[in-house]
């Protein structure tokens, strides 16, 4: 009773639930969900989910939290609920490690009668390369935090929904315990770059690498290199794939891990799904006309992909129509709009793997293997460069340079346009036709 307990609830998607006893009856067990929410189930099928090994009691989790603050706490208020964040789930199948490193606060607060919540999310830490090391040197980190205000109360469950409600019966917090000032290896590690589009790493190293001892060095569990004695060249690695789960690399020296950050050359370039698998035009529709989000958008990518249901039949039925392409354009122009998008923000949505770019990318694909007509394509690319040109971007100091990336892309589809050429029957439709879209299309 009042341990934590993981249940697999669904055989094909390996999904597990957490689950935490509290009382037995004659036919019935009563547990909270991981919502922290009273539920009952039958007591005969608890019993066969523990005997066939699909119910099953988590070792006592290990949870880094200030002791002290968290009594003072209990003694503060009238409720005080403990949430942990589960460090491995199940990945492709098999367990993966990851503790979670990110930070997340959200105070919600009542301001006369009306309630906001303010929230503080991001992975500032107190560390060395914080504080001591410049960052203009590419010694340092710079770090970062957002805070921002939303209207209405919320809780930490509703953004991050993988926490686990856990009373404090069921965890003992304990407070961290630093190793030993050693030195700091990764400090050897001058730059680890990935170049999406070459589909490259490169490694290059700082003068204290020359006093390396035996070395080797790791990306997600796999060494990419190691040697007896000091690095004397850059690291290369081919075909190299970057995982969502982790962008660092680790350089193991006397049985100690020290990771170092992968940065990214071009972020267009970079694959949004797990397996690097590109997303399709019906998901791309549905992401930018902003009927599904991202997570679901990429779910339903990584289905697709593995040839099981990918759930676009009940919003698409038998395929879209005219009207989602123009709504995904016209609601994608308005948020290329918004003057607090960066640059690469704005390159992003443009010409990135989720962007306007790679669903118009599709269609020319569509085009080539036939399944979609070439007049079909050219009216949605003719009706892209009009969206596009109907909307003005807001003053701002990096103006100049959305309205080039803004040019070359629309320089690049009137071009792909000129090959796939409009072929009407009668010559007074084509005139209307490019009359309409004249002006655009110069």
């Given at each position: 009773?009042?341990?934590i307990w993981a249940f697999k609830s669904n055989e094909k998607d390996a999904a597990l639930a957490y689950r935490i006893p509290t009382e037995l009856t004659r036919n019935t067990m009563v547990y909270l969900d991981g919502a922290g929410q009273r539920r009952r189930m039958p007591l005969d099928e608890a019993i066969a989910s523990v005997e066939d090994r699909t119910f099953w009691m988590q070792p006592d989790p290990l949870a880094f939290a200030p002791r002290q603050a968290i009594a003072n706490a209990a003694k503060r208020f009238s409720k005080v609920r403990h949430w942990l964040h589960p460090a491995s789930r199940i990945a492709n199948g098999r367990a993966a490690h990851r503790p979670l490193h990110a930070k997340m606060?959200?105070?919600a607060y009542r301001s006369g009668t009306d309630e906001a919540t303010l929230f503080l999310i991001g992975s500032p830490n107190m560390s060395r390369r914080a504080l001591l090391l410049q960052s203009g040197k590419g010694l340092g980190n710079v770090e970062a935090g957002l805070a921002f205000s939303i209207?209405?109360?919320?809780?930490?469950?509703?953004?991050?929904p993988d926490l686990v409600h856990a009373p404090p019966a069921a965890y003992t917090p304990a407070e961290r315990e630093f190793p030993k000032k050693d030195r700091n290896f990764a400090l050897a590690i001058d730059e680890a770059s990935h170049d999406p589009g070459a589909k490259t790493l490169r490694v290059s190293w700082a003068p204290p690498a020359t006093e390396l001892p035996s070395w080797r060095l790791s990306y997600d569990?796999?060494?990419?290199?190691?040697?007896?004695?000091?690095?004397s060249a850059t690291v290369h690695v081919d075909d190299f794939t970057l995982y969502p789960s982790t962008a660092e690399v680790v350089l193991h020296v006397n049985e100690k891990e020290y990771p170092a950050p992968i940065l990214v050359t071009d972020l267009v370039g970079l694959p949004v799904t797990a397996s690097g698998a590109g997303v399709g035009l019906n998901e791309l529709l549905m992401l930018l006309s902003r009927r599904i989000g991202t997570e679901k958008t990429l779910l339903i990518a990584e289905r697709r992909n593995s040839k099981s249901d990918d759930g676009l039949t009940s919003l698409f039925g038998?395929?879209?129509s005219p009207t989602d392409v123009f709504k995904a354009w016209w609601c994608a122009v308005?948020?290329?709009?918004?003057?607090?998008?960066?640059?690469q923000a704005f390159r992003l949505r443009l010409e990135g793997a989720l962007g306007i770019g790679a669903a118009w990318s599709c269609m020319l694909e569509a085009v080539e293997q036939s399944t979609m007509a070439r007049e079909e394509a050219w009216f949605f690319?003719?009706?892209l460069l009009r969206s596009l040109s109907e909307f003005n971007l807001s003053q701002s100091?990096?103006?100049?340079?959305?309205?080039?990336i803004m040019a070359a892309f629309k320089g690049r589809v009137r071009s792909d346009m000129e090959a796939i050429r409009l072929s009407v029957g009668r010559r007074s439709l084509k005139d209307l036709v490019l009359r309409f879209y004249g002006e655009t299309m110069a």
């Open positions: 009773m009042n341990r606060l959200a105070v209207d209405g109360r919320f809780e930490l469950r509703d953004f991050v569990g796999r060494d990419i290199a190691s040697s007896v004695e000091p690095p038998e395929g879209f308005e948020d290329l709009a918004d003057a607090d998008l960066s640059v690319g003719a009706e100091r990096e103006l100049d340079a959305k309205l080039r």
